[in-house]
């Protein structure tokens, strides 16, 4: 879906070995309506287009769709190593498949960073039915690569004409080229901009080579976030422009790049309009209106200092007492093992309503619901009397995309800033290749106790969860959870005996539960990691299944953390 941006290296290539092309004709209303009928409300509005070109492309005709999956759009040159699409983009191929039968879509795996010779790989393995050589795609690739280079160089010199032209302010339209650039998508604004008298610039013409931000935002893994912070550290700088965001309604990376994007601009008011495919021309006029009136009265206004470098190093967490989100218990046993590598711990009390009410005072309410309750959290424990910020730090992990967790700890640290704790430390170790290394700076045996102690407690979650439905006596099973869930912190804390020990109890104490012997139908849930492991989020539905006469079989917390090592092994092999 990244043709907007990448259709001069795709079209060259691809008419380099002798394809017969048929672009996809600018988003109308008949497109967005073949993909609304294909497709659910969940989706965000550029899935809901991409689904309606693949529906016209197939009425048209069509015999095959090229449509790869964009994984990784930065190169080996960029500034930073990973410029991640969403999820939802990286999916379109994948989803296209299932909503809309009867047509072929060759979906190769495109991630820029990696060599020349992997991405020849990966085209050779899509096309190699239809007799294109190797030779034949290295070939087409270099003629692509320079289409695209002519093209980037191209826009970008019109945009240092343009600007260096200006004598009244201009509008730059920021946002992803696939829908604020997109005619049949942005409402048509900078044509009415122009109405207004007022010049509108795409993003994608800003010289931003020497814009440099990895300094202030480390792990700013999305590429589209990458592009709109330079844009946004370039408009700052720069007296006659000022922006104009176009988004789409859910858009996830939004929720957290709108933020960055203010701190980037200084003081400098910009206009966020979010479009999908119920908006109409009706107050678009008025709001740009307003805009520009705002713009004239602040034409005098303060500028806001630029934001501070954030370190992507590890802090010391000597002389500090860490915080653990209560996310469910595995949490209990990952600070013990922390503990028993030396540091202070304490756990964060069970997430509740008081939680979710002082977290929605601080997002925006577009963020994922764990953003909103680890927010909580975490605020209730450093406003409180008894909080001491020069000995407090809080753990929250790290994450490199593409999905939003990765930014969690991002938006804490702006968080305890904007409440006056700018000082307070969040230990966030990245769930990548370097995970293992941030965790040995607090010791090198951390690691195998904290999964010692996840899987410890994987095992006593299944055997509750095979025992209680069946109890004689209510509420023995969860006496005996509780039990054991003591013993195996204090093991796995170096308290309290061998962990082998206590979980060789465990299971002889459950397997000796008097039961009732009946048969339940057995029911699995899965999903995303917070909200199915923590009780309050999900609303205690484990329980709410068994009392509907179920058994449940849930997802472990272990899966997460083979997951990361897969994928790393992964990636180091790729090297």
Known sequence: FFFSDYLPFWATFLSRLQFDLEVSPPPNRQIIDLGLESTLSEACFPVKVAIGHIRHLKEQGVDVLFLPSFVNMNTLNDEYALGA???HTQSIPYIGRLAVKGVEILAPVVDMSRSRKILVNELRRCFKRFGVTRGEIQDAMEDAEQAQTDFTRALSARGREVIAGLHDKAIVIVGRAYNAFERGMNLRIPEKLKTLGVMAIPMDM?????????????NMY??????MLRAARFIADHDMLYPLVIGSFSCGPDSFILKYLKDELRGKPFLHIEIDEHSADAGVITRCEAFLDSIENRRNAIVETQPGKRSATIPSLKNLRVYFPPISDHARAVAAAFERCGVDTEMLPESDRESVEIGMKHVSGKE?????????????KALSPDFDPSRSAFFMPSGSGPCRFGQYNVFHRKVLESVGLPDVLVFAPNQDDGLFDALKT???????????????VDLLTKCLHESRPYERQKGSADELYRHHLQRLVNSIGGRNGRLKDALSAMRMDFANLPRTGERRPLIGILGELYVRNNRFSNEDIVRKVEKLGGEVLLSTFGEWIFYIHTMSIRRCMLR
């Open 85 to 87: 699409t969403c999820p």
């Open 206 to 218: 800003l010289p931003l080579e020497d814009c440099a931000i990895v300094e202030e935002w480390p």
């Open 222 to 227: 999305w590429r589209s976030g990458q592009r």
């Open 442 to 456: 607090v010791r090198s045996d951390l690691a195998l106790h904290a999964w010692k102690g996840i899987v410890a």
């Open 368 to 380: 994922c619901y764990p953003c909103a309750i680890t927010t909580g959290d975490m605020l209730r």
